[in-house]
């Protein structure tokens, strides 16, 4: 009888995929990610709340040993599994190859508890041969990757547990600290400082245009030198505006002069040396998970949590090889499969006489072994899958697949002339202009692909000239000349690509986590993406400043890339999971343990941590509602506090600026006059919110004193007993002006038009129910009953009428909304057993089950979300549970002391 086996992997995804190519006697089902974490303190039994195990569910005076518990959401998986287990006689796990992966087989493991034969199966990309390659070479469970990973888990929970309650009590409740989070943010925050403390320089120079006789058109050179000193350029000065080389800096009186002179009749031109060079230039190496999301991200502008969505789809059904890896390295079939498509596409001569090897950087083992490529051993041009895939999957594999064909193509080759002209206006004015240009004769791999470059500061590069045939000592006619004005630019801000180049060249982090770390600080509010850019909130400034003061070594970057390269030795079985978690918690030798910093960490001054100085007299503090400017008045103990305009950047906070936002006019209320109503005073008002009007409510009378008329006693009005709650004050009508509104042109009657909504368009003529316009926190709307429709534009709350208020209603309710929303529909959800679509909806966009609501996170484009990605968001969804309503139990009395 032949055996049935149970092949278990992580997403549905592959488990389709897989499924294709193992046939009959295999049943192949996904544990969807880990079956299992750490539980919830808040969930641990009672008895075990008040050992050590109890502060973060990991037994740290006892080997560090986790309580782990199968997550709500995952025990209907695990059901299943065990059911599935019943009937089979050997069990494969074939979880992805990394070190998370490792532990999801051993959790699996552990749980399922099988008693058949287990065997552990990897591999690196999904395709028939591989598949059956890696079913036929199986292995045990590596423990070492494991240790790894469950170091990493528990290294995270302890320094989040520790660190993060710091932060809620001296900055802001829902802030998180984290090992590779923190350095992430305080990178970015470092930049931005750099740009606070910049003086820009500024700088001039000349652009001439020369024609060689005979020439049609004239070629552009740009003045190198002056009386033989070279002149000035922006990566000469250095970030306080100073000069750091010996050089001739230019202001534009001396351009101006020079270049009078270099225009006069009299000045000549002529060419001193002509230099020509060969130019050759190597293609790039494949794809590293960090080279994919920063090149994905500066061609097609996808974020690194889109790359790495859209990488695991391809990935799951079989286009490219494993997307989490450090290595450069092509396997001998990978590199036979690209010189051939090299060949078939762009000539015989477009690949080198020897297969290219990249050396690989990969300092980690458990990373897969190869680059990141088209999967098999014939790879499928773009054009090939067009059909079967579509918008951004087919811009990330038509990359991917460029990427790797070029790098085992030939240079592209040229040569570079670099010509210099000697310029003579007279006295003072001897000057040299120089140019260059590339022309390339062979494109090589160049036909393929060439690879984008971040933003260069002070960049001199201009575009390469086009230079004619020229001679030594050849004349020149200037047709034309111009002096030009520079400023030096600050530091550039991080982008997601340049980030993750940094987090790689500093050691911090793994590839695979670039994706999860840059979302985490945009989530958390510690970072903004403006563009392309990513920009500091002040908030993150303050959670800086507290980690840099009290915890200093944990936000080091040398010391963060450690602890990376000591999770790399446990993976490799070279350092004790226990040892070192020991020696990071509990601290030994010279240096202090986590414990012991938090246990020592004395006041900290939240005052003081949420203060930034801007200038004499201007302090920013980061408060409860944001950030705010303190000032200092004089002759007054109080301060004034002045709101910072949203969107306005740390960089952009000068002394100059933050003077103009305190000598602004502050704006008072405006009476518009009285209601004829009710006599209410109507006043309009600028709010935290916004501006709005509101009707006043007049101050209830004073009780007057009475005379008794028996004695002709004055008595006064009793005093309200102690205790006696004073009679709630009528709360005034509000109402916010419309986006088209002026505060300081509205008129009364359209702030009784404001009052009075919503307004009464009329009554359905087929149920009666009454018909209203206003104003909502989504926008303008009309209400029927519990039915509602959006409007166009605020005006038409006081314009529609009832024929085209019926007309509206008359439509279905998300026709237009649906019309323009990126909707997509996928499978069944494994828990829910039900179709799972992605709506738009009042909050934004959302995936659903008809169950329950998950919001996609911000920053996290529609477009990226594909099954498993839904799958996850319904599951965290549903592990949080529904919200917790707010409790309005009065608190408690503390007990009576008794008397001794």
Request: hydrophobic share 35%.
């Amino acid at each position: 009888m032949p055996t049935k086996k149970l092949v278990i992997v992580e997403s549905p995804a592959k488990a389709r995929t897989i499924a294709q190519y193992l046939g009959d006697g295999y049943e192949v089902q996904a544990s969807v990610g880990h079956i299992r974490d750490l539980i919830d303190t808040k969930d641990l039994p009672p008895e075990l709340k008040k050992g050590s195990l109890g502060k973060f569910s990991v037994d740290v005076d006892n080997g560090f040993e986790p309580y782990y518990v199968v997550t709500d959401t995952k025990k209907k998986t695990v059901a299943e599994l065990k059911r599935a287990l019943k009937d089979v006689d050997e069990l494969y796990l074939a979880t992805d190859e990394d070190r998370e992966g490792e532990a999801i087989a051993w959790h699996l493991l552990e749980v399922l508890k099988p008693k058949v034969p287990v065997k552990r199966m990897v591999f690196h990309e999904i395709t028939k041969e591989a598949i059956q390659r890696a079913e036929q070479n199986t292995r045990e469970i590596d423990t070492a990757l494991v240790d790894a990973q469950e170091t990493r888990r528990i290294l995270d929970r302890l320094y989040g547990f520790e660190i993060s309650p710091v932060l809620w009590r001296k900055v802001g409740p829902g802030l998180s600290a984290g090992r590779v989070q923190s350095a992430a943010t305080r990178l970015v925050v470092d930049r931005e400082r750099e740009r606070l403390a910049f003086v820009s320089a500024s700088y001039w120079d000349l652009v001439a245009d020369f024609t060689p006789e005979g020439a049609d058109a004239p070629f552009s050179a740009k003045l190198a030198r002056l009386e033989g000193k070279r002149i000035a350029q922006g990566g000469d000065y250095n970030d306080r505006g100073e000069l750091k080389a010996d050089v001739a800096p230019l202001d534009e009186r001396a351009a101006d002069i020079l270049a009078d002179a270099l225009r006069s009749p009299e000045a000549t031109f002529a060419v001193r040396s002509l230099e020509t060079k060969p130019y050759s230039r190597r293609p790039a190496a494949p794809f590293t998970t960090s080279t994919l999301q920063q090149e994905a991200s500066r061609k097609l502008r996808f974020s690194a949590r889109t790359t790495m969505s859209l990488a695991q789809s391809l990935y799951e059904n079989g286009y490219i090889t494993y997307m989490r890896t450090d290595s450069t390295t092509l396997s001998q079939q990978a590199i036979e499969a690209a010189r051939r498509q090299a060949t078939t596409l762009y000539g015989a001569d477009s690949i080198p006489e020897k297969p290219r090897v990249y050396a690989s950087k990969s300092k980690n083992a458990q990373e897969a072994h190869e680059a990141i490529r088209p999967s098999g051993d014939v790879f499928r041009t773009p054009s090939e899958l067009s059909s079967s895939l579509r918008g951004d999957e087919f811009k990330l594999y038509d990359l991917i697949w460029k990427r790797t064909v070029a790098s085992q193509m030939a240079d592209a080759k040229g040569q570079t002339a670099t010509v210099t002209i000697a310029a003579d206006g007279g006295e003072g004015a001897h000057a040299e202009f120089t140019a260059s240009g590339t022309v390339i004769t062979f494109r090589g791999y160049q036909a393929a692909y060439e690879e984008g470059r971040d933003e260069v500061r002070n960049s001199a590069d201009e575009a390469s000239a086009k230079l004619p045939p020229l001679e030594e000592g050849q004349a020149l006619a200037l047709a034309e000349l111009e002096a030009k004005g520079h400023e030096t630019t600050p530091p550039p801000r991080y982008t997601e690509a340049s980030l993750v180049k940094a987090l790689e060249e500093l050691g911090i982090g793994r590839p695979s986590t670039y994706a999860s770390i840059i979302s985490t600080i945009i989530d958390r509010g510690y970072v903004t993406p403006r563009g392309q850019a990513l920009v500091p909130n002040w908030i993150a400034f303050s959670v800086v400043r507290l980690l840099e003061d009290h915890f200093s070594d944990l936000v080091e970057y040398d010391f963060t890339a450690e602890m990376e390269d000591d999770l790399d030795r446990i993976a490799n079985g070279d350092a004790d999971r226990v040892d070192w978690l020991n020696q990071f918690y509990f601290g030994g030798g010279d240096h202090p343990g986590l414990r012991e910093v938090v246990d020592t960490l004395g006041d900290i001054d939240a005052r003081a941590i949420n203060s930034i100085p801007i200038s004499e007299g201007i302090t920013l503090r980061v408060g409860k509602y944001g950030p705010y400017l303190d000032v200092v008045q004089e002759g007054s103990e109080t301060t004034r506090k002045v709101n910072i305009p949203n969107g306005l950047a740390p960089d952009e906070l000068t002394p100059e600026k933050a003077r103009e936002l305190v000598d602004a006019p502050v704006a008072t209320d405006r009476v518009l006059g009285e209601n004829p109503a009710t006599g209410k005073q109507i006043v309009v008002k600028d709010g935290r919110f916004g501006p709005y009007v509101t009707e006043l409510e007049p101050e209830p009378p004073a009780a007057e004193p009475t005379v008794d008329p028996a004695t002709g006693e004055v008595i006064e009005p009793p005093k309200p007993k102690k205790g006696t709650k004073k009679a709630a004050a009528a709360k005034p009508r509000t109402a916010s002006l419309f986006a088209s509104m002026d505060p300081a042109t509205v008129d009364l009657e359209t702030a009784l038009k404001l009052l009075d909504l919503p307004r009464t368009v009329g009554a359905d003529p087929e149920s009666g129910d009454p018909i209203t316009a206003q104003n909502g926190r989504y926008g303008p709307y009309l209400k029927k009953g519990t039915d509602s429709r959006s409007l166009e534009n605020e005006e038409q709350i006081f314009t529609i009428e009832l024929p085209a208020a019926l007309e509206i209603f008359a439509q279905p309710k998300y026709g237009a909304r649906r019309a323009s929303s990126a909707l997509k529909e996928f499978d069944a959800d494994p828990v829910s057993g039900k179709p799972i679509r992605v709506r738009d909806g009042r909050f934004g966009p959302y995936v659903t089950d008809g169950v329950t609501n998950a919001t996609i996170p911000r920053g996290e484009e529609v477009e990226s979300v594909d099954f498993d990605r839904a799958v996850q968001l319904l599951a965290d969804k549903r592990a949080k549970g529904p919200a917790k309503p707010k409790s309005r139990t009065a608190a408690k009395r503390p007990a009576a002391k008794k008397r001794a």
